[in-house]
């Protein structure tokens, strides 16, 4: 289980050990998260399998202050949320080693220097493939037919080679196996490190004895393909992941700080706060989220929509890290630290989408925990079996190494959990970010779709195309109480009346409705017509809204919305896959109708209030897509929720994906995408499952040797790798999913 190298771990303990004795360190490195609770990661670069998973979890359960623990198995970090009010920080690294690992806490700021995991076991695969290569020429002449004395020296150089060279590359596997045990646990380790023990064992008694069979080239073998399964296995891990590897990339190591004195001093991306004034040069990346302090900035900001048409940006406009500068030098003044930037902010959703625990996922987990046991039950009946039945003890030890080699629950760990990252990483290069796996699992399962309308069907920026009022002092009111709220409407009303001051009384904003003021005894509404008491004409196909002083009308304005490109696409894709699409909108039923009839929607109903639209995606398994703070309780009570990434922040955390190009074809990409790893989940399972079913009774039997249960086992894996790493290459073909079709009246009659 041990994948660092031992001298890297004495030089990251050296770095880290006043950290993990030091509470106010740990509060320092970690992140303060909104309940009064705080965030820390630290590293396990032993854990690599769901036993490792369960020990990890379970033993920082255990602290009171923990209030969850999650292991990210392809990066082999444990995430923690834990409340210091309730403990000492400094307990959460005692607690990992206590469950058998090593561990240290991550720096935020720190650089990575490479992969010690990788460059660790190629030295270990080059070295068993060296010895392995060399004894396996000893063994054919032996074979051949070489004399007893011949034979004997050729045992002896072959244990010479074999022994270091078995103590080297097979410490991966002791290592992590005398972790295990010290602790009382067992993972596959150990098992794997008995097998190949004992058949060295045996071949040293062997050679020691002038015995005919020695194993020697067997154990050297074992040991090159187990390494060489366990580095694809690292490799493919990686390359399944590589979308976080790159987005991780994209951010800056630092910027350049802009001082009130015109001091310009280079500062790491960690030390940049809220408010600091930073200069960005043509053709580096922003930093952090920050908003614009120079004219005439124009980025790049195909990370964030998939569009490479430059952007403009005015100052004052919002710039979100990762966003690339196309001009010259300009300056920005930070509005986020790096930890809670866009970048940081995507990374940490697609590295939750690793570690969640779906359905699959955990009968899997539950699986894997009983793996040890009955391994080591198999293996011990199988031994007594064969060497009281048949008398061989000799081949009752071989074929009991063959049973602890084959069963190695390598396949079933990684049945789920590898779909889960390509599926994320797939997504990711589409402009969809997904929370977690969870989620994939409902979008799978979706049998409608429920839409919003503006800014979602929509694009969210209304057009004025008329307007009445009674006075200035009307113009005034509906300026200032429009720049108080963040609705498109109230975005494009100010726009248009211009920066007005701020409403000198109380606010409160009614979602989805308008916003309401009281000053001098007057209570002011800016709304649709029916909360503030209008009378509107249905049939219209625009969007009214209405400036009342206490009820009475003091002014009117019309808008239009643009509709967002490929919506009739994307809405026409759905019902190809079988899933028809509804239309739910806070709006009044003209403009609803016109939007439905515009993308092709059958089923619209409009001045949907924000528990209407609750109760009409509860039913059945319907996907929410929506943007608005009104939308925020429907996205959370759906089946499954998506959002752009123009949503409020309320919307975008209630979601379950995010998507963050204008284009509304992320919504069947993400559910043709969410089937296909259905699908592939399910093929793994069966892949793992029937591979145990089929070798284990072989291994039994005695028609498996060490050598082959080797190569099954690394091959089992890979298998379910190499299955999981097809969704992305084919998740962009059309759907064959065959049909179905859904009764929306019927489902309309069970939320009316």
Known sequence: MTCCIPGEHAILDAKTSSIEADSEALLALSRRLGDGTRQLEFAVPDAHCAACIRSIETGLAALPMVHSA???????????????????????????NKSGYHTYVLDPGQESDGDPVLRELVKAL??????????????????????????????????????????????????????????????????????????????????????????????????????????????????????????????????????????????????????????????????????????????????????????????????????????????????????????????????????????????????????????????????????????????????????????????????????????????????????????????????????????????GQPQLIDSQAKDGQAKDVAAALAGSSNHPLSKALAAYLGAGTAFAGQVREEPGRGVEGMTGGVTWRLGSGDWCGMPSEAGTPFTEVWLTANGKARAWYRFNDIVRPGAADAIKALAGMGLPSRLLSGDRQGPVDAVAAAVGIDHALGSRRPEQKVAAVSAGRTLMVGDGINDAPALRAAYVSMAPTSAADIGRSAADFVFTSNDLGAVPFAVRTARRAARLVSQNLVLAIGYNAIAVPLAIAGQVTPLIAAVAMSSSSLIVVANALRLRFDANRPSQEKTTDTNLAELEEKTA
Not at 73 to 95: C, H, K, Y
Request: with cysteine; net charge neutral; hydrophobic share 50%.
């Open 70 to 96: 999650r292991v990210n198995l392809t990066r082999r970090r444990v995430r923690i949320v834990f409340d210091p009010a309730q403990g000492d920080a400094a307990e959460l690294a005692p607690a990992i």
């Open 126 to 459: 080059g070295v068993a493939g060296f010895a392995a290569g060399n004894i396996m020429l000893f063994s054919v002449s032996i074979w051949s037919g070489a004399n007893d004395a011949t034979r004997d020296l050729f045992h002896w150089i072959s244990a010479i080679i074999a022994m270091p060279a078995i103590a080297y590359s097979g410490r991966i596997f002791f290592r992590s196996a005398w972790r295990a045990l010290r602790v009382g646990k067992t993972n596959m380790d150990v098992p794997i490190s008995i097998g190949v023990i004992l058949a060295t064992a045996l071949s040293l008694f062997e050679t020691l004895n002038s015995g005919e069979h020695a194993y020697f080239d067997a154990s050297a073998t074992l040991l090159f393909f187990l390494l060489a399964g366990r580095t694809l296995d690292h490799l493919m891990r990686e390359r399944a992941r590589s979308a976080i590897t790159n987005l991780a990339r994209l951010q800056p190591r630092g910027a350049t700080q802009v001082h009130e004195d015109g001091r310009r001093e280079y500062v790491r991306l960690d030390e940049i706060a809220p408010g600091m004034t930073l200069e960005v040069r043509g053709g580096e990346r922003v930093p952090v989220d920050s908003v614009v302090a120079t004219e005439g900035a124009v980025f790049d900001y195909s990370i964030i929509t998939g569009e490479t048409a430059p952007h403009v940006i005015e100052i004052g406009g919002e710039v979100v890290a990762g966003a690339s500068n196309l001009g010259g030098p300009l300056r920005l003044q930070a509005t986020r630290a790096s930890t809670d930037s866009f970048l940081a902010r995507m990374a940490a959703m697609m590295e939750a989408a690793e570690g969640a625990k779906t359905r699959p996922r955990r009968i899997a987990d539950r699986a894997a925990a009983v793996y040890a046991p009955v391994v080591h039950t198999i293996a011990i009946t199988t031994f007594l079996g064969w060497g009281l039945l048949g008398g061989d003890w000799h081949a009752a030890l071989l074929n009991a190494v063959a049973v602890l080699i084959i069963t190695c629950p390598c396949a079933l760990a990684l049945a789920v959990p590898i779909v889960h990252v390509v599926a994320a990483g797939k997504m990711f290069e589409r402009g969809i970010l997904m929370k977690d796996g969870a989620a994939l699992e409902r979008a799978a399962e979706v049998d409608s779709v429920a839409f919003d309308k503006t800014g979602t069907l929509t694009i």
